[in-house]
């Protein structure tokens, strides 16, 4: 096509210089007006061919400041079937992943076009996702290990970020920060993705969406992503929605036993929404939910109970720290980085610090209690009572590092307390001498 066109062209151009060449030097009007007539029918073809590509497909080019963009027409359908066979892995990674984004641009650029392939998808009887996140690929990989060797008959290696996301100090510091992250340029999962495409393509059809697949998810990573869309969008129209799911998912769902990264992750979610909102409502729940069936501590129930209760928590906390029958000390440091966040002020708060900063088993982890001491309420009142609970395991132990310690910690207390007093006076580090 393009061909023919340049033909057409060269032959009209041809024609025309052989038409002038040919001509008397007339000046008629008639003269003129097949002259002009001809120019505009060269331009029009001239047009034509920088319109059109080589197979003869039309473009369209849009110019703005200068910037050429060039873009075809492909059916939304087309883009999606094409998605749904991309699986990044260690060696095609920033490839695969560099089509992904230009997919979902194309999909975004359809605007309403796009909804009804998109919806058809999120909205399938039995939905499926591809998790392009390295950590999603790295857990799939670990969870096939673990089946691998429990088939042979073989004891399931600890994968590292199973792990993590399955130890309650793991789950207790990660679900502090989940509803922190922000939008990155690539999704971490195909319908991630597709949420993004909805919600930037905006309008009344993209809430409807939203909300429907809302209704539908079972995942609580999906429920925290709409809840952030859908805030954006439509402002706290969905709020009551969004708890109402987290509520329903909360009480018909167990942590361990899942075999995605995400999914694995769907409580820890769910009470970062309950946080979010200060939601209090799930409390009495979530209070037998603090040890799992496998007698671990779920830190994400940790984190909500201390965050919503405040001091309140203390007790029960207290309780789960003192239970003979928990004993990975990592479930324990959980329980313990809520219980010493109200050191000086609850007495149970500080019966916990002392146990921790003279258990010596504990190694140099318990003296990341001591943080707790400088940290959160900082009323004079407060420090003060610090102050006296430090002088106490001071006097109760032998251990000169911790003294050192403990003394250092005392000065940065009186640096709180007097800090006009106090100024230009300087912080000595920790030594590195390693004497009891």
Known sequence: MKQVIAILVATFVGAAATFILKSPAATSA??????EKLKEQIAQLRGELKSTDAQGHRITTVEKEKVITVTASIKPEEILAELKTMRPGDENRQQTMRRVIHYMVGLTDAGDAAFPAIKAFLLQKN?????????????????AAAAAAKANGEKSPQGRISGMVRSGL?????SRDLLK???QLAPRSLRLGLLDVVAD???DPAKAILASVLAKTGRGLEVAYLDGLLEKIAGDTYRDQVLETAHLLLKHTTSGDAQSLFDETSRAYLFALL???RDATFVDIAKTQIITADGRVDGAVVHY???VLGEKAVPLLYAKFKDENLTDEGDKMALADSILKHVGTNAQSDNAFKEIILNEELGPVRFLALAHLTGGDRSKITLKNRQKLIAVIRNESNNQSLKRMLDRTNGRISLLLNPVESKGLEFI????????
């Open 30 to 35: 008639g003269f003129d007006a097949e002259k």
């Open 170 to 174: 793991g789950s207790y510091f990660m």
């Open 275 to 277: 946080v979010k909102y």
């Open 127 to 143: 939905p499926v996702d591809i998790e392009y996140e390295s950590n999603a690929i790295a857990f799939d990989r670990e969870q």
């Open 429 to 436: 580090a920790p030594s590195n001498n390693k004497d009891n």
């Open 305 to 307: 109970l201390t965050s």
């Open 201 to 203: 393509i905006g309008g």
């Open 181 to 183: 992250q922000s939008r």
